[in-house]
């Protein structure tokens, strides 16, 4: 079964940092560009970011709301998706998924991991 | 940046009816478009990609028409489990990504 399987999610202070994986199963994440989307509260979805695939530099996207905070970055050897979050406001608490994205649509999400931001 | 606005923002229909939701594209994007259906407390799923093309393993009811700014997701003959909310997604100009607000199906 194809699968995405995201961790990390949980309580943090505004201003702190926490750090998101995402792990496939069932295929390879290597040829893949990958996203972060995430949906606050009773929210629409807001999209985060996008890595491209090593054919494409690894390079990365950002949504404005995040750029210079956020960082995305993978390790295809391990089939894993990361998302480095600093400086957390708490307009950034959101259910986190990573997504697989393919030629015409962002086909495969994980279920989701929850983060948090209070004091 | 291209701005997805759906409507209306909720839907109530009874099921077997039938439900017509819309997405407006504030320019062009071709047919680079699609719907994602959510139920609570799970992931978004795919069901339509490119407008009209239904993903693997949705059902015929759905159904995705459309072209330049304006797109439409019909389906056909509502069931229980069709009862969600559902998002619209362009493609075509990134970054950024944009989705739809979104639609409320709720049962009448």
């Known amino acids: 079964e194809v699968q995405l399987v995201e961790s990390g999610g949980g309580l943090v202070q505004p201003g702190g940092s926490l750090r998101l994986s995402c792990v496939s199963s069932?295929?390879?994440?290597?040829?893949?560009?990958l996203d972060w989307v995430r949906q606050g509260p009773g929210k629409g979805l807001e999209w985060v970011g996008r890595?491209?695939?090593?054919?494409?530099?690894?390079?990365?996207e950002y949504a404005a709301s995040v750029k210079g905070r956020f960082t995305i970055s993978r390790d295809d050897s391990k089939n894993s998706l990361y998302l480095q979050m600093n400086s957390l406001k708490t307009e950034d608490a959101a259910v986190y998924y990573c997504?697989?994205?393919?030629?015409?649509?962002?086909?495969?999400w994980g279920q989701g991991t929850l983060v948090t931001v209070s004091s | 940046e291209i701005v997805l606005t759906q409507s209306p923002a909720t839907l109530s229909l009874s099921p077997g009816e039938r439900a017509t939701l819309s997405c407006r594209a504030s320019?062009?994007?071709?047919?680079?478009l699609g719907w994602y259906q959510q139920k609570p407390g799970q992931a978004p799923r795919l069901l339509i990609y490119?407008?009209?093309n239904r993903a693997t393993g949705i059902p015929a009811r759905f159904s995705g028409s459309g072209s330049g700014t304006d797109f439409t997701l019909t389906i056909s003959s509502l069931q229980p489990e069709d009862f969600a909310v559902y998002y619209c997604?362009?493609?075509?100009?990134?970054?950024?990504?944009?989705f739809g607000g979104g639609t409320k199906v709720e049962i009448k």
């Open positions: 997604h362009q493609r075509a100009s990134w970054p950024p990504v944009t």
């Open positions: 890595i491209r695939n090593k054919a494409n530099s690894y390079t990365t």
């Open positions: 069932g295929f390879s994440l290597s040829d893949s560009y």
């Open positions: 997504a697989r994205v393919t030629g015409v649509a962002i086909d495969v």
């Open positions: 490119d407008t009209s």
């Open positions: 320019q062009s994007i071709s047919n680079k």
